[in-house]
Each structure stands twice: as C-alpha cells, then as structure tokens.
C-alpha cells in the first residue's frame, strides 16, 4: 500500500483515501472532463466503477448515466456562453440515436472480457490519434 501523506502519528494510505473518497474524485474528475472534451468522463467512470466492483456490462451501462446528466449540465453551460452550434449537433442527433441503440443491444450478447478489450482499444487508438494526430 503507497502512502499518501503522513499527519503526526497517522498515515494516510492511497487505496484507503480513494475508498472513502471514491464517488466525489470519481464524480468530479467525470465532471470535469465531459465539460471540457465533451462526454470524455466515461474514460473515467467506466474503470472506476469496475474498481468498485461493477462488472463490465453494468459499468458501462451506469458509467452512461452518469454522463447523460452531466451532458445536460455541460449543454446549458455551453449554450449560455453561445459556444454550441445547435444546428450541427442536431444534424448528428439522429444518427447517434441509432447508434446508442444499437450498442445497447450488443452490450448484452458481448462477453465482459471482450467489452473490456474493445474499450481499452478505443481508448488507446483515441489517445494516440489526440497525441500524434491533431
């Protein structure tokens, strides 16, 4: 166990810290980053929630959620500063419809272990297109 910070005689230890603390970094950090990438705080929800014990189907399906919610926040965040475009998100609307749809429908027939590899992968491939790509 790594130690976060010693107080007098007391140690603080990470794993300890996290626990008790685990839905405000978790909650925050997802936060966080959907308002500034967009939807980007299910990077952090997903792995999070499977630390705490969620298998990876329910996972992903509470780690999207908690990100509705926090879409609706970053929209009227992002619609008060005149920083959305309504017109181009709405034309994507549909579309993504029929796409969540459709993967919640596979999120059943794929098994656990293979839903944590494609996830992995999208990650690692989003990463390497941000860092080497844009």
Not at 29 to 51: D, H, Q
Not at 63 to 85: D, M, Q
Request: with cysteine; net charge positive.
């Amino acid at each position: 166990m790594s130690i976060v910070w010693c107080r007098g005689n007391t140690i603080f230890y990470m794993k300890d810290f996290i626990k008790k603390h685990a839905k405000i970094l978790t909650g925050a950090l997802c936060g966080l980053l959907n308002g500034l990438f967009g939807s980007g705080g299910g990077v952090v929800a997903v792995p999070m929630l499977r630390f705490f014990g969620l298998e990876a189907r329910k996972s992903h399906a509470t780690s999207v959620a908690v990100i509705f919610f926090l879409s609706i926040i970053s929209v009227i965040a992002y619609s008060l500063r005149g920083s959305l475009e309504w017109q181009t998100a709405l034309s994507y609307i549909p579309w993504g419809i029929a796409g969540a749809v459709l993967g919640s429908l596979l999120l059943k027939k794929v098994p656990n272990s293979l839903l944590r590899r494609i996830f992995g992968v999208v990650v690692l491939a989003s990463s390497v297109r941000i860092l080497f790509f844009q």
